[in-house]
């Protein structure tokens, strides 16, 4: 069946049971295809009725179909005449988010959840102010990302406009684990009332045979549903905002999937579709998977669902067991996440301490500045994000942490590229951005004992922001200083009265020393140096560098912005002869590829740097 479908077009003539044939068959396709390539399994299984449904309702890309964090589109691939998965998020294969340059289907990128509302509000605002009214805007966006701040600001303004958009909330109950706080428990009480439906059961069933007499019964009854609805069910938070409500919806029943998208269609919008959706849904391990259904899998053995590679996250735990541990020695220390709390390896701590762990949601802004709230009532924050998902909340560590001196210390995983996962994945702004937040302080960690040693260091700065960023990934072999000056660790020296440093930071201080063996090979005088502290510039650095003619930084950040950059500007306003070359990340968007195939293509691995330090060296 899935053969048939060369577009969405192909969907509108299939019968019902041709219709669960379909499904059936994306959901062996989506187990097959991505526990060979690893990615979003557990989302996709759960919007495979939904996403044909939008398909045959809605007609893209006459219609704007946008999804919100975008890792629930593989369905919307496939129905738009994408099969080859075998390459997904890898070079030459499928993203694993919408790519516009994949298809015309495609509009946001963006895997930064909470954003689809405020896409749809302008594109549908577009299509009104140029008279195409018969466009409709869909947005599809599940309950996790519904916690994210900017969602309620995009349904505050679609409550005052008249524009067609439809809102599809796919309500699994989950983001990896289940939703927490207020509106999930509306969601919830939503969800399982169970009595509209069973009322409306007996409506069907009570009227099912209908005589005249029968028919206008039941018409009268199904029309004043909507107010029963109102008393059973308390659906009036959306309609409070102006938005037509529709649901809540068995969104694995096909028929009642699209009568609800065809009626939200006809009313014109604003309107929000409620569906109940299962992640994971039609693959048993997935389905009993109690951490996070599958939400973001490697690759894994389709019988069992057990992991093919072994755990990918050494960083993550290494911090996780230094958390659990400051748990202990830190009574004051309070942990933050954003809806991640087993990703960024927070399980430990929360296991040992529940009542010291605070999962805001999908909602870095809130953390951060409850974050500083904390503090201000005496205690140590740890906020635990993904770097990039940082990028948010800027202002808010700019003016509610900085500008109050608050000790919150941000334990920023999935720092540097990060590769497969997309453009808005990789975490290579961060230091870029940080190092301009008054008195804040950060540390690139280059191994284990680095990591440990700077957590532990940050935990005891009361007065300013700490920022410990580290890669995703399996963690190097420890790389121990040789000596140190002032606050620079010395990682190699090849050689007296070096001609040529190489400054590598964080993940990338192991290339440093690998650079250096290079050029010493062709007989130049080199030292490899880092410093786990690497903002604000650190002491000894002069020292350091003494007399070099030569220095070379390389940082998993950007490289016109970073910190070497930094560090440069401090040695010339010296007055230190050196000539310094930066390497890092381009500002541009990478596209998904391994984070190794990023690393060669930017020249950032050691025979490239080593090839650039020698040919800017005058050879004797
Ligand atoms: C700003 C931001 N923070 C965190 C994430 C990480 N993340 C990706 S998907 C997800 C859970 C999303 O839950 P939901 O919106 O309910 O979608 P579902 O996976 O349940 O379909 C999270 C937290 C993100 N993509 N963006
Ligand atoms: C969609 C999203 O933001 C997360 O699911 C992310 O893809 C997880 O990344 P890791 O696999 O590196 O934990
Ligand atoms: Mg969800």
Do not use: C
Not at 8 to 18: C, G, N, V
Not at 605 to 610: C, E, I, P, W
């Amino acid at each position: 069946m899935l053969e048939r479908i060369g577009s969405p077009r192909d969907l509108k003539d299939l019968t019902d049971a041709e219709l669960d044939e379909l499904a059936a068959e994306i959901r062996d396709f989506l187990v097959d295809n991505v526990s060979r390539t690893g990615g979003h399994l557990g989302p996709n299984l759960g919007v495979v009725e939904l996403t044909i449904g939008i398909h045959r309702v809605f007609d893209s890309p006459h219609d704007s179909i946008v999804f919100d964090t975008g890792h629930q589109s593989y369905v919307h691939k496939l129905l738009t005449g994408r099969r080859d998965f075998s390459n997904l998020r890898r070079r030459g294969g499928l993203a694993g988010y919408p790519a516009r340059d994949e298809s015309v289907h495609d509009i946001v990128e963006n895997s930064h959840a909470s954003t689809a509302l405020s896409w749809a509000a302008g594109i549908a605002r577009g299509h009104t102010l140029r008279g195409e009214d018969g466009r409709t805007t869909v947005a599809v966006i599940g309950d996790g990302a519904l916690t994210g701040g900017m969602a309620w600001e995009a349904l505050n303004s679609l409550g005052a406009s008249h524009d067609r958009v439809v809102v599809i909330v796919n309500d699994n109950g989950r983001s990896y684990a289940p939703t927490i706080g207020g509106l999930a428990r509306k969601l919830d009480g939503i969800r399982t009332d169970r009595r509209y439906e069973q009322f409306l059961g007996w409506g069907k069933r009570t009227f099912a045979n209908r005589g005249r007499f029968r028919n206008f019964a039941y018409l009268s009854v199904m029309h004043g549903k909507r107010a029963l609805k109102g008393l059973l069910t308390d659906q009036g938070m959306f309609a409070d905002l102006g938005i037509k409500y529709i649901g809540p919806i068995d969104g694995h029943d096909q028929r009642h999937v699209e009568r609800a998208l065809e009626q939200a269609r006809e009313l014109g919008g604003p309107v929000l579709v409620h569906v109940l959706t299962e992640k994971g849904r039609g693959y048993s391990p997935a389905e009993q998977d109690d951490a996070d259904r599958f939400h973001a899998v490697g690759r894994i053995h389709p019988e069992t669902g057990l992991p093919i590679e072994a755990s990918r996250f050494g960083w993550t735990s290494v911090f996780a067991d230094e958390m659990l541990a400051a748990g202990e020695d830190r009574p004051d220390v309070v942990a933050l996440t954003a809806a991640m709390l087993a990703p960024v390896g927070l399980q430990p701590f929360a296991d040992a301490h529940p009542d010291r762990v605070i999962d805001v949601g999908i909602a870095e802004q809130h953390a951060v500045t409850s974050a500083a709230g904390l503090a201000y009532a005496g205690l140590h924050p740890v906020v635990a994000v993904y770097a990039t998902f940082l990028n948010r909340a800027f202002d808010q560590v700019l003016m509610d942490v900085a500008l109050h001196k608050a000790g919150v210390t941000f334990m920023l995983d999935r720092a540097g590229i990060t590769g497969d996962d997309g453009p808005s994945h990789n975490g290579m702004w961060d230091m870029a951005l940080l190092r301009h937040v008054p008195g804040l302080r950060l540390a690139a960690p280059r191994d284990e004992p680095t990591l440990r040693q700077a957590f532990r260091d940050a935990l005891d700065v009361d007065d300013a922001p700490t920022v410990v960023r580290y890669p995703k990934g399996a963690v190097p072999e420890p790389l121990p200083a040789l000596r140190s000056v002032g606050d620079i660790d010395v990682l190699a020296e090849h050689g007296e009265d070096p001609r040529v440093v190489v400054v590598g930071l964080g993940s990338m201080a192991a290339t440093a020393v690998e650079t250096v063996g290079k050029i010493a090979a062709e007989g130049i005088s080199a030292i490899a140096i880092t410093a786990t502290w690497a903002h604000p510039v650190p002491g000894g650095l002069l020292e350091a560098i003494g007399g070099a003619e030569l220095v070379v930084t390389v940082e998993d950040g950007l490289t016109d912005a970073g910190l070497g950059e930094e560090w440069a500007a401090y040695a010339r306003l010296a007055g230190t002869p050196a000539q310094w070359s930066h390497h890092g990340v381009p500002r541009e968007f990478l596209q998904h590829a391994t984070r190794a195939q990023i690393v060669d293509d930017l020249g950032l691995d050691a025979s490239d740097l080593a090839a650039h330090a020698l040919g800017l060296i005058t050879r004797d």
